[in-house]
């Protein structure tokens, strides 16, 4: 079976922590930075709004491929709300998504990204910038506008395509979750 790993990165005038995730998602001001992503074992690549939207990815959704996130219930919804309805992809079915974060947690790990690499000893670890980078582009200065600092934009874009690698080699060195646990 293939498989897309995918992690965003995106921002809001909502605040995610007080209105949670669905209301963020749903949000008309939330908008995604970027999304990282990889095909099974392929390199990890970066697409930004300023380009297409790759139309491999529109295929593999359609053919019903599994999706892996971490922390995936984050990921669909902002697929869902966000990417589906802003650049008219077609919106996978919940039985696509596949969390590492539940992964992890079902292989009795933490279930934070940063806290599993050190549990599995994996040699991809998560990069201790991105709450940094969160700051400075994610949430909202005071006037309503967002840092739109090309240089930060792009350590933001590495920052993603990282939390994929690590994503991937933690997922690859844990045990699969059976059916029943993808119910």
Known sequence: MSILWLDYETRSRCD?????????AQDCSTEIICMAHAFDDEDVV??????????KIVEFIVRGGQIRAHNAGFDRLITEFVL?????????????????AAQ?????????????????????????????LIRLLCIPKA?????????????MGNYALQDVRTMRAISQAMRQLSAD???
């Open 143 to 155: 006037d309503g506008t967002f840092n739109t600092d090309p240089t930060l934009l792009a350590e």
């Open 16 to 24: 995610l922590r007080s209105r949670g995730s669905y209301n963020y």
């Open 84 to 100: 589906c309805h802003d650049y008219k992809v077609p919106t996978p079915l919940l039985t696509q998504w596949y969390c590492t």
């Open 104 to 132: 992890a947690r079902a292989n009795c790990a933490p279930g934070s990204l940063e806290d599993v690499g050190r549990f599995a000893s994996t040699s991809m670890r998560k990069d201790h910038r991105g709450s940094q």
């Open 46 to 55: 970066l697409w930004t709004p300023l380009e297409p939207f790759p139309q």
């Open 181 to 183: 646990e993808l119910l």
